[in-house]
C-alpha cells in the first residue's frame, strides 16, 4: 500500500531548524483550511485544554485497532503510555511501533498500558501492521487508535506550531511524536515531544517510569541519567535526619544535594 504523506510533510519532517518553511510560497497555492478545520485556531488560549504535568489526561472516545474505547475506561487503574506517531507507512514510525512492540514484556512488568496513535482510519493501520510485525520479528499488540481526523491529537496538542501554517489539502495539520505517561489516577505525569525527523528513545521512556514509580513509592527524587539500582536524591521537604531514619545512611555533598539507597 502507498504511503499516505503529502509531498509538503515530508520536506516538513527533515526540516533542520524552526525557520520559516522554504516551501511556504508553494503551499500558499494550496486550497486552505475551512473554518470547521480551524476550530481550535480561534479557540481563545485561556479556554483550549492545558495539558499540565499533574492535569487529567482529557478524556474521549476512539477506534482503534482492538476495538471502540473510551480513553479514562481504558486506563483504568493501570499507568499508560500514550504516544502518537505522524501517519502510517512512513520509515521512522515504523521502526519506533516495532521498537514498543518489542518492549511490551516490560511495560507490563511496570504495569503500564501502552497505547499508540497514528492519524490514519483503522484499514490503514491493519496493513501497516503488518509490515510493523515483518520488518521487527514482532507483533504489535496494543492498540492502535485511528485518528485520521486529528480529533485526539488537537485535544492532546500533538500538534507543530508550523504545522498550522503548512497544513495538508485536506485542511489538517499534522501529528507530532508525543509521549504522555499517565497515572492510575488519571494525572498527566511527564510529556514528551519530538519531531518527525527524529525517532524516540524507547529505553528512556521505560527509565522515566522507572523514575516516576519509584518517586511515589519511596518519596525520592532521581538525579541525571538515573538508573534503577543507582543511589537516589533525598528531596529537600525531608530533613537529614528523618532521611536518616526512613533509608539508613544519607551521603550529604552539599546541605541541599544529599544521596541515598533504596
Ligand atoms: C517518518 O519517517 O516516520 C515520517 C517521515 C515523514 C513525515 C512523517 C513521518
Known amino acids: 500500500m502507498a504511503p499516505i504523506i503529502a509531498p509538503q510533510m515530508a520536506f516538513r519532517a527533515f526540516r533542520a531548524a524552526p525557520q520559516p518553511a522554504p516551501w511556504a510560497r508553494l503551499?500558499?497555492?494550496?486550497?486552505?483550511?475551512?473554518?470547521?478545520?480551524r476550530r481550535f485556531f480561534a479557540t481563545p488560549a485561556q479556554e483550549q485544554p492545558r495539558l499540565r504535568l499533574g492535569s487529567t489526561a482529557p478524556n474521549f472516545k476512539a477506534l482503534t485497532?482492538?476495538?471502540?474505547?473510551?480513553?479514562h475506561e481504558f486506563i483504568g487503574n493501570s499507568w499508560t503510555i500514550l504516544f502518537s506517531h505522524p501517519a502510517d507507512f512512513t520509515p521512522v514510525c515504523t521502526t519506533e511501533l516495532g521498537a514498543f512492540a518489542k518492549l511490551k514484556n516490560e511495560f507490563e512488568k511496570r504495569g503500564v498500558k501502552m497505547i499508540g496513535l497514528s492519524a490514519n482510519d483503522l484499514g490503514s493501520h491493519e496493513e501497516w501492521i503488518k509490515d510493523i510485525n515483518e520488518v521487527s520479528s514482532t507483533s504489535v499488540e496494543f492498540p492502535i487508535i485511528a485518528d485520521a481526523d486529528r480529533k485526539v491529537a488537537f485535544l492532546y496538542d500533538m500538534i507543530d506550531q508550523q504545522d498550522l501554517d503548512n497544513i495538508d489539502q485536506k485542511g489538517?495539520?499534522?501529528?507530532?511524536?508525543?509521549?504522555?505517561?499517565?497515572?492510575?489516577?488519571?494525572?498527566?505525569?511527564?510529556?514528551?515531544?519530538?519531531?518527525a525527523s527524529t525517532g524516540r528513545n524507547s529505553?528512556?521512556?521505560?527509565?522515566?517510569?522507572?523514575?516516576?514509580?519509584?518517586?511515589d513509592k519511596k518519596g525520592v527524587t532521581t538525579p541525571i541519567d538515573w538508573q534503577v539500582g543507582q543511589d537516589v536524591i533525598v528531596p529537600?521537604?525531608?530533613?537529614?535526619?528523618?532521611?536518616?531514619?526512613?533509608?539508613?545512611?544519607?551521603?550529604e555533598v552539599k546541605p541541599y544535594l544529599r544521596y541515598t539507597k533504596i
Open 236 to 251: 529537600p521537604s525531608v530533613s537529614t535526619s528523618d532521611a536518616k531514619k526512613k533509608f539508613g545512611e544519607v551521603r
Open 172 to 195: 489538517i495539520a499534522f501529528t507530532i511524536r508525543s509521549v504522555f505517561i499517565i497515572d492510575p489516577n488519571k494525572k498527566i505525569r511527564l510529556t514528551m515531544m519530538y519531531p
Open 65 to 71: 485497532t482492538t476495538g471502540q474505547i473510551d480513553f
Open 27 to 37: 503551499t500558499s497555492q494550496l486550497p486552505r483550511a475551512q473554518p470547521a478545520f
Open 203 to 215: 529505553a528512556e521512556v521505560l527509565r522515566v517510569i522507572d523514575s516516576l514509580q519509584t518517586g
